[in-house]
């Protein structure tokens, strides 16, 4: 908690002690996560607000997408529409909840333009706030509410997927913070029982919004690889590899259509 305190004196009150920062630290001391309490995070040099309580973004989704990124600037091949369309590549970042995805993208890939899919209301607004605050051209993006593709017309030329996947059985839930089942926004955390249920509904339409050479990043937990491998079969993926965090943990796929 020390460390934690020293970090909001630092990160929100520029180390200016005051009445406000002693109802932080009575916040932090109930359970809540410092990230909320501060009120923002930072995603691949992007400043990612929390004011409107989305989950809050993992380092282990922050390691892949820099990858990811580093990928696209060096493939040489996409899909139609960067091949053909002024030099424009289409981005889809579903489930996006603060938008720390696709914001992180934009910032980093010049001609990179970017859907953002997501059904709950406040992190609809949350993306807005960031893609604000982040400097991010109105004529670079679009917000749609959606649940997985409902909302989504169009192809793209790479999807990234980061759905809810934590399995929502007791034995899984106890094993979770209980700052994050306190504080951070369910439904952005379950999958289903097994954690599959979002997966296999994204899995199963995916390729109808992909250009040809177009390409699927996605988040996993890494004890779903095997069921994700057969899920990959049967939806008739043809060339996929799965990737460890920094961690050492299976947490995300690359396929490719």
């Not at 909320?36 to 995603?43: A, L, N, P, Q, R």
């Not at 970017?114 to 982040?134: G, T």
């Not at 990043?217 to 690889?225: A, T």
Request: glycine share 6%; charged share 30%.
């Amino acid at each position: 908690m020390k460390k934690e305190v020293e970090w909001l004196l630092k990160e929100k009150y520029h180390g200016v002690p005051g009445p406000e920062f002693e109802k932080d630290v009575e916040r932090l001391n109930r359970g809540e996560p410092l990230d909320y309490v501060i009120g923002f995070t930072e995603f691949l040099g992007c400043k990612i607000d929390l004011s409107k309580k989305p989950l809050i973004p993992r380092p282990e989704t922050e390691y892949w997408v820099e990858k990811a990124i580093k990928e696209i600037k060096n493939r040489k091949s996409f899909g139609s529409a960067q091949d053909k369309i002024n030099n424009r590549l289409f981005i889809l970042d579903v489930f996006a909840g603060s938008g720390c995805v696709g914001v992180s993208i934009m910032r980093h890939i010049n001609n990179a333009e970017v859907v953002f899919a997501e059904k709950d209301k406040n992190a609809l607004e949350q993306i807005k706030i960031n893609c604000k605050i982040n400097n991010i051209d109105k004529e670079k993006y679009k917000i749609v509410k959606s649940d997985v593709f409902s909302g989504v017309k169009g192809k793209f030329d790479y999807i990234f997927a980061n759905p809810p996947y934590v399995s929502n059985n007791q034995e899984t839930r106890n094993k979770i913070q209980k700052s994050v089942l306190q504080y951070e926004p369910t439904n952005a955390l379950f999958g289903g029982e097994n954690g599959l249920f979002y997966i296999r509904k994204f899995l199963a339409k995916a390729p109808d919004f992909l250009y040809p050479k177009g390409r699927i990043y996605m988040e996993f937990d890494s004890i779903q690889k095997v069921q994700i491998e057969k899920l990959l079969k049967k939806y008739g993926y043809v060339a996929r590899e799965f990737y460890k965090d920094q961690y050492g943990k299976w947490r995300w796929v690359v396929v490719d259509n």
